[in-house]
């Protein structure tokens, strides 16, 4: 499953030619930290808006069946949701994470 998500994440990103600008883009932005362990780490030391948005959403999917296992497989890489206070709406980034999950952009 984190294959999976990876490899959509890519392809997502390369279809707006990773464009931060592109409202569309900008939704996921921050989900790239998933891709390396070590970046993520880097990102949790300094405490970042990425880091802050991926433990906020990671947190929000807490209770969806659909994202157990890859919830599963993040923890187990060290990456994992935090509880904080926020009202970040993530119902779009939500939308497209379902869509990574049934493969929407998955390409060998």
């Known amino acids: 499953m984190y ?3 990876c490899n959509s994440l890519k392809n997502y990103a390369s279809d707006f030619d990773n464009n931060i600008e592109d409202p569309r883009y ?3 932005y921050f989900l790239r930290l998933v891709e390396d362990v ?3 780490s880097r990102h949790k030391a300094a405490n970042t808006w990425e880091y802050q948005m991926l433990s906020q ?3 929000a999917l807490r209770d969806c069946e659909r994202s157990q296992q ?3 497989e993040l ?5 994992h949701g935090v509880s904080q206070l926020s009202d970040s ?3 779009e980034t939500n939308r497209i994470w379902q869509m990574f999950l049934k493969k929407a952009y998955w390409r060998d």
């Open 38 to 40: 070590a970046e993520y």
């Open 75 to 79: 923890r187990m890489l060290g990456i």
């Open 26 to 28: 900008r939704q996921v």
């Open 3 to 5: 294959r999976i998500i």
């Open 89 to 91: 709406d993530f119902s």
């Open 57 to 59: 959403f990671l947190w």
């Open 70 to 72: 890859i919830l599963h």
